[in-house]
């Protein structure tokens, strides 16, 4: 068997894994979840998109969701802060992703690699048994196991590649599938859909690549994908913002879905009536966020195109009209459409400005704010179990442990936190970031609330 033809058998085998694996649970309100894994869970998004995607549409279940990511972990840096960076924070659920940095990488590239992919793959079980004894030991905690994001092999965008690296992780997104059954646990894929969507778009564009510009870190878009995948998983295909039809000659509401109409009036050919969605759209992102990220969550449409329909469909229809009219909610004008088209039905979301879409815009804002915030705990978490687990010193932060740091500047990845360490040594100053963290979410939480909106249907004049 050639090289390709594995690789392709791996996907398809993985597909397969997807396929069959049994449906995640929803988070349920008061769930506290740990998304625990490392560079690409700990500078990414897709964790505050899956948040963003609950903030929106199941507005009155709060929950508290946590980026326990940290940058270059393999199983044994994830083992090391179990309990001080993830158990400490009281999660009712975790989910665990690694297996970029525990394939290795240069070594794919030297005399002997399939030596070294075996290696690295025995190294991976090594620890990720040791993991999964002291994860069994919390009977109480929901485990979702998760196919990491795959490396990118196949991309023309540069020579940089590590040849058949992404092999070796399908064996291990294989096996961590097998454990989440073994014990029970459920188990999300991004692998083999993030696989097929680079072989489909690279057949397009041969430089084009989902997992980002170094064939490593996914982009916003790439965490778009990832998070939709997971709320795939979760059942939310088909879950509507809401779902509206109104006849505007009988004054009725023939259909109205998560929602709630009332006072319907046609005077004069205008119709009005009360739109009470029970849920939000969900905002796409149109600025690139993050750390050398270059493009924009939106962007994810152009591969998952179906998102809009399952995930995020306000779908609205008045029947019952001849001619043309003008949509207005809250007196905003939306569009001008036609009466086939009222009757066949427009998708609210994908407009920007109605006045529900703006609402969810400030969500989405203060939940990046949030983001923001959380990515220095990454960065403080990455210098207590990298650099002062090693020297003894994990979270002492007085004196003795400052100038050790300082000492250790010859490592560019210490020299570059410095700025960040001599912020976050000081308690009270991690102490007031987690209080603005907590009040940001309190605050999306109160504004969260769909509102009553006053929908016009008006009839535009002919000329």
């Not at 008061?30 to 899956?50: A, M, P, Q, W």
């Not at 998560?258 to 969900?282: H, K, M, Q, W």
């Not at 309190?442 to 249907?457: A, D, F, G, S, W």
């Amino acid at each position: 068997m050639n090289k390709k033809t594995l690789f392709t058998t791996l996907v398809l085998a993985a597909m397969a894994i997807s396929l069959n694996a049994q449906q995640v649970a929803p988070f349920k309100k008061g769930d506290r979840v740990c998304f625990v894994g490392n560079s690409i869970t700990d500078g990414g998004h897709y964790h505050s998109y899956i948040w963003l995607y609950y903030m929106t549409h199941f507005p009155f279940e709060e929950m508290w969701m946590a980026n326990c990511g940290v940058g270059g972990d393999t199983g044994k840096e994830i083992l090391n802060r179990l309990d001080g960076d993830v158990f400490a924070k009281r999660p009712t659920v975790i989910t665990l992703s690694f297996g970029m940095n525990d394939s290795g990488s240069f070594g794919y590239n030297e005399s002997q690699p399939e030596k070294f992919a075996a290696e690295r793959l025995a190294l991976a079980h090594e620890y990720f048994y040791k993991i999964e004894e002291r994860l069994k030991n919390r009977p109480q905690t929901r485990m979702i196991m998760i196919g990491t994001s795959p490396y990118d092999q196949t991309s023309a965008m540069n020579d940089n590649i590590f040849r058949n690296k992404n092999n070796t992780m399908g064996k291990i997104v294989a096996f961590q599938d097998s454990a989440a059954k073994a014990n029970g646990w459920e188990f999300v894929d991004f692998w083999a859909p993030m696989n097929k969507i680079n072989e489909e778009q690279q057949k397009i564009d041969p430089k084009f690549s989902i997992c980002g510009n170094d064939r490593v870190h996914p982009d916003n878009d790439g965490h778009l994908v990832m998070a939709y995948e997971f709320l795939k998983a979760q059942g939310m295909v088909g879950k509507k913002v809401a779902d509206v039809e109104v006849n505007a000659k009988t004054k009725k509401a023939v259909r109205s879905e998560n929602c709630e109409i009332s006072n319907i009036e046609n005077r004069s050919g205008v119709l009005t009536f009360d739109y009470l969605a029970y849920s939000l759209p969900y905002p796409l992102d149109t600025i690139p966020r993050g750390w050398e990220y270059r493009r924009q969550q939106a962007a994810a449409l152009k591969v998952i195109p179906q998102f809009m329909d399952e995930m995020d469909n306000e779908a609205f229809s008045v029947t019952g009209l001849k001619g043309k009219y003008q949509l207005l909610i809250d007196g905003e004008l939306i569009d001008t459409f036609t009466a086939d088209q009222l009757a066949k039905g427009v998708n609210l979301a994908t407009y920007r400005h109605t006045p529900q879409y703006v609402q969810a815009k400030t969500i989405m804002e203060l939940n990046e704010n949030r983001w923001e915030i959380e990515r220095q705990f990454r960065d403080y978490a990455w210098l207590q179990y990298n650099f002062f687990l090693k020297k003894g010193m994990l979270d002492q932060n007085d004196e003795q442990a400052a100038c050790t740091f300082r000492s250790g500047q010859d490592d560019g990845w210490v020299a570059a936190k410095r700025g960040l360490y001599d912020k976050m040594i000081h308690k009270e100053v991690r102490d007031m970031h987690i209080r603005q963290m907590d009040m940001i979410v309190e605050r999306i939480y109160q504004i969260n609330k769909p509102l009553v909106r006053k929908i016009t249907v008006t009839p535009v004049k002919s000329k």
